[in-house]
């Protein structure tokens, strides 16, 4: 039976059925849980309970609880056991403390589970009779042959997990007329339940995720319904690798180049059997925001979606399979990881591949607006954008042009906020963006409150993360408890550029100036009452930031060619910026975890992992698609790379040494030692 829910905590969700315990479907009854409830009242209360407007009342919530949980589960699956009803009906009542109640209703499941045991004819559950309604609208018998057979191959070389109790969980689960699209998101999520048990069923929930994933790209692909094994797609990925590219190009969403590869050599290099090492976490990000698609229908496999990256990056050099070959072995190795603007559109009609932006807006309309525009084309191909606002005139200041004051820097960052979230960079991820304000800005104070959840909504920026760009001078005079000055950038040039002992210089020179009443808009607070404000703001609402101008410039290996204004939106990277250049962060990791042994870091697999890393990044700079001109100019220029380490923790794990122990301050020395100068040593070399 497959009739559609009725019920009334459930009005308007999606059809539901109930899945007996003999694999039989039924409409689902509301009214039997609140006699399930009823019941174990009255075995705790006495028969006397069941007349009391009290119980009624409770069993009424109840109910409504359970009913609440189920509503949202139809939203993701049209079935639920009855064997889990029964345990929302235990936790309900756990949770409302009615733990007598609980207790004499974990009796009766415990009494009916006997009676159902020793009854038992020892037929398989859920088999008998269950037809799987397939994609082209035919039905066909349950294959529990090839769900033995998937299982199986999940649970291939993992000591500790059970490959019977993932099939017996999901014949459970399984009903008449169920699609394939639930019988595989069934598959899934029976396994996905023994994580917390045994960490490596995370694996097999994995593999019982890409056995999905296979199924859909296939059918897709052959425009029939198509399954493949885990071992069979050994044998079929070389063939299915060639008609994806065709495919991908034919919907304009791949790089026509990439065809005019030898494809076989490249699908002869694929290793399937890496597809295996992804754990569920990793394989469902990939699913739900990476993987290539046509309307929803994922076509692109793992092991196709690392030589796809590589290609894209090898599309301009000379022996093209063969750099392809090396990119892809260290992609799928997970030895090395290129930033998610790389991984989403490399070797892709719009191959915009670098991670961050870093600008600064100039003073004026056009300035402002080019800047909020310049955010919505960089954002719109995945780019974390970091803004320096500091060049903006402040509240109060003059504006020649129309004889007018300005009304400072807060309503165009509230531009700059509702632009991010318009521009969700093409919907796999939100739009993000950092503002950063050197703390002499007139308008710091306002600034501070951007993030606040109360006060004027058009004065308040909720999306969008914003830091105070410090200069030590700042810092010298809250130690002292003097007074700090906030002035208008328009009437003390030079300051924005300058740090260290020149911006002391200049600064008490601007001081100075404003006492003798030289300067129009500026205004004089103790330094430490405006660090307090700060300190409590990034206490109450995790904003603004706090980042150092001097230390940043200090440390530049780019102080010949200008000044740093601003970090990026995650605060790792420090480049030069201008009105006419926007700087580039192109990035990628070192998996630290893989380069590990017992007998410490293996450095001659960093080198060749680093050697290899550095060409991939420089070929990003080439490339590229870059959506401003501004962009281009400074990362040709320039052309920075950002190497990185993950997996530090991991590797400490892997060497049996504690986070807070010597031996971990010994390999982040050594590691990031390595990983500098064997960086240093292929850019010396040039990346190519």
């Keep these: 039976m497959t009739e559609t829910l009725e019920a009334g905590a459930l009005t308007g969700a999606s059809p539901i059925v109930v899945i007996r315990r003999d694999g039989s479907g039924v409409p689902f009854d509301e009214s039997k849980i609140a006699v399930a409830i009823g019941k174990a009242f009255i075995a705790t209360e006495g028969a006397d309970a069941g007349a009391s407007q009290r119980v009624r009342s409770l069993v009424d919530r109840l109910t409504g609880q359970v009913c609440d949980v189920l509503a949202r589960r139809a939203a993701l699956m049209s079935s639920v056991h009855v064997e889990d009803i029964q345990d929302q009906v235990e936790l309900a009542l756990m949770r409302g403390e009615h733990h007598q109640v609980a207790r004499a209703y974990v009796l009766y499941r415990e009494e009916h589970t006997r009676r159902r045991a020793e009854s ?6 859920g088999r008998a009779g269950v037809h799987v309604r397939l994609a082209d609208g035919t039905t066909a018998p349950l294959d529990t042959a090839r769900l033995e057979l998937v299982v199986a191959e999940a649970c291939a070389g993992l000591a500790d997990v059970d490959p019977r109790v993932v099939l017996d969980e999901t014949l459970r689960a399984a009903y008449d007329g169920m699609t394939a699209d639930e019988l595989a998101l069934a598959l899934v999520m029976s396994a996905r339940t023994f994580v917390e048990t045994e960490p490596d069923y995370t694996y097999v929930t994995s593999r019982l995720l890409l056995d999905k994933l296979r199924g859909e790209a296939l059918t897709y ?49 694929l290793l399937p059997e890496r597809d295996q ?16 698609h046509d309307d929803g229908t994922r076509y692109e496999l793992p092991q196709a979606f690392f030589l796809r990256v590589a290609m894209g990056l090898a599309v301009d050099e000379d022996d093209r399979e063969a750099r392809a070959i090396e990119f892809y072995e260290l992609l799928s190795s997970f030895d090395f990881m290129c930033s998610t603007p790389t991984l989403f559109n490399a070797g892709t009609t719009r191959p915009q591949l670098s991670s961050c932006f870093l600008t600064t807006v100039d003073d004026d309309l056009d300035g402002i607006f080019s800047g909020i525009r310049n955010n919505a084309l960089l954002a719109k191909f995945s780019g974390g954008l970091g803004n320096d606002w500091t060049p903006v005139r402040g509240i109060g200041a003059h504006i020649k042009g129309t004889n007018g004051l300005s009304s400072g820097v807060v309503p165009f960052l509230k531009i700059a906020n509702d632009t991010a979230v318009a521009v ?40 969008m993360n914003t830091a105070n760009w410090v200069p030590d001078l700042f810092l010298r005079r809250v130690e002292a408890d003097e007074t700090w000055t906030l002035f208008s950038p328009d009437e003390v040039p030079g300051l924005h550029d300058a740090y260290g002992a020149e911006f002391a210089e200049l600064y008490e ?48 290996p780019q102080q010949h060619s200008g000044v740093v204004h601003s970090s990026n939106l995650c ?26 042994t017992a007998d410490g870091v293996d450095l001659g697999r960093l080198e060749r992992t680093v050697t290899t890393a550095v060409r991939m990044l420089d070929n990003v700079i080439d490339v590229n698609m870059y959506t401003i001109p501004e962009a281009r100019r400074s990362n040709m220029r320039h052309r920075p790379v950002g190497l990185g380490v993950m997996g530090f923790q991991d590797a400490l794990f892997a060497l049996r040494a504690p986070y807070a122990s010597e031996r971990a301050v010994e390999l982040a020395d050594e590691s990031m030692e390595a990983v500098s100068y064997f960086d240093l040593k292929k850019s010396q070399r040039g990346g190519r």
């Excluded at 404003?514 to 500026?522: D, K, N, T, W």
Aim: aromatic letters at 10%; one cysteine or more; hydrophobic letters at 40%.
């Design 277 to 292: 090492a992804f754990t569920y976490l990793g394989m469902q990000t990939l699913y739900d925001r990476y993987f290539l």
């Design 120 to 125: 038992a004819t020892g037929a398989p559950t």
């Design 424 to 463: 969700n960079q093409g919907g796999k991820r939100k739009g993000a963006v950092c503002a950063y304000l050197e703390t002499w800005h007139i308008d710091v104070e306002e600034f501070l409150d951007l993030r606040k959840n109360t006060g004027d909504e058009r004065r308040r920026t909720h999306d």
């Design 571 to 596: 605060t790792e990277i420090t480049l030069n910026t201008t009105t006419d250049e926007t700087a580039v962060c192109n990035l990628g990791s070192v998996n630290l975890a893989r380069h590990v």
């Design 221 to 269: 692909l052959n425009g029939e319904p198509t399954v493949a094994s885990q071992g069979q797609m050994a044998e079929w990925y070389s063939g299915y690798f060639a008609a994806y590219v065709r495919r991908g190009i034919e919907l304009g969403m791949l790089d026509e180049r990439l065809a005019t590869f030898d494809l076989d050599r490249l699908g002869a290099a």
């Design 509 to 556: 020179g601007y001081e100075a100036a404003a006492e003798r009443g030289e300067i129009r808009v500026f205004r004089q607070l103790r330094a430490v009452d405006l660090w307090r404000r700060m300190l409590t703001m990034l206490f109450e609402t995790g904003h603004p930031w706090i980042t150092f101008k001097d230390a940043c410039n200090l440390r530049s």
